[in-house]
């Protein structure tokens, strides 16, 4: 069965630099979370897109940005990157939003370090 | 005071014995996500929950809206299970997580 995909897996930028990580969904999932896990710490909610909308905001930083496409794929763009940026970025997905219990499916994560 | 308490934060367990990671959570839910997070970072759903209890195999996980509480048991535990296991609480869809679980089985 298919699986979130996140691209890359790996990526080492310099402070300053700019970085995009990418997730696809799960064909016909049409909700995308995206997480962020920092060394040792629990992951913590940044923010969701649903039908290409926003459909919440955590505690993403200003330099952050993030968009879904049409084909539901989802972008997380991350400027002036700065050494506390360093983390693993997961995305997840499901087949809806809203006050329904539905599950998320996990990509494997993208390893962002900065230097 | 954390909105999801796991215990205990660290858990080591010989080869065949049953498991309990413990849950609480002071926020109302939509669901309660137990998640395990192997070496490396990959994040696998085990389980989603609203009401009562769910198996799949070896594990099985169990909640109580009232008390705002679940538990998430392993019989006959393998050291494959070795893992970090997270309990996580959906409110309108996003998730807030519990600090983690080690878990370490020894054969």
């Known amino acids: 069965a298919a699986g979130v995909i996140q691209s890359p897996r790996h990526l080492i930028k310099e402070k300053r630099e700019t970085a995009t990580l990418k997730c696809y969904p799960i064909?016909?999932?049409?909700?995308v979370y995206w997480y962020q896990q920092g060394p040792g710490q629990d992951p913590q909610f940044l923010i969701s897109?649903?039908?290409?909308?926003?459909?919440d905001k955590g505690s993403i930083p200003d330099r952050f940005s993030a968009q879904q496409f049409s084909d539901y794929h989802s972008e997380l763009n991350m400027s002036s990157l700065e050494l506390g940026d360093s983390a693993l970025y997961f995305c997840?997905?499901?087949?809806?939003?809203?006050?329904?219990?539905?599950?998320?499916?996990f990509g494997p994560g993208t390893r962002l370090t900065v230097t | 005071k954390n909105e999801v308490e796991q215990s205990p934060q660290n858990l080591t367990a010989q080869e065949g014995e049953f498991i309990t990671i413990n849950c609480s959570y002071s926020?109302?839910?939509?669901?309660l996500h137990w998640l395990q997070q192997h070496p490396g970072g990959g994040i696998v759903s085990l389980f989603m929950?609203?009401?009562g209890k769910k198996k799949h195999g070896r594990l099985i996980a169990t909640i109580n809206i009232q008390e705002k509480h679940s538990s998430l048991h392993i019989t006959a535990s393998h050291p494959r299970d070795s893992a970090v296991y997270i309990c996580?609480?959906?409110?309108?869809?996003?998730?807030?997580f519990g600090q983690g679980t080690i878990l370490t089985v020894h054969p």
């Open positions: 926020v109302g839910i939509s669901a």
């Open positions: 897109f649903y039908e290409k909308m926003q459909s």
């Open positions: 929950l609203s009401s």
């Open positions: 997840a997905s499901s087949p809806a939003t809203g006050q329904g219990a539905y599950e998320q499916y």
């Open positions: 996580a609480v959906a409110s309108y869809g996003k998730l807030t």
């Open positions: 064909p016909r999932h049409d909700t």
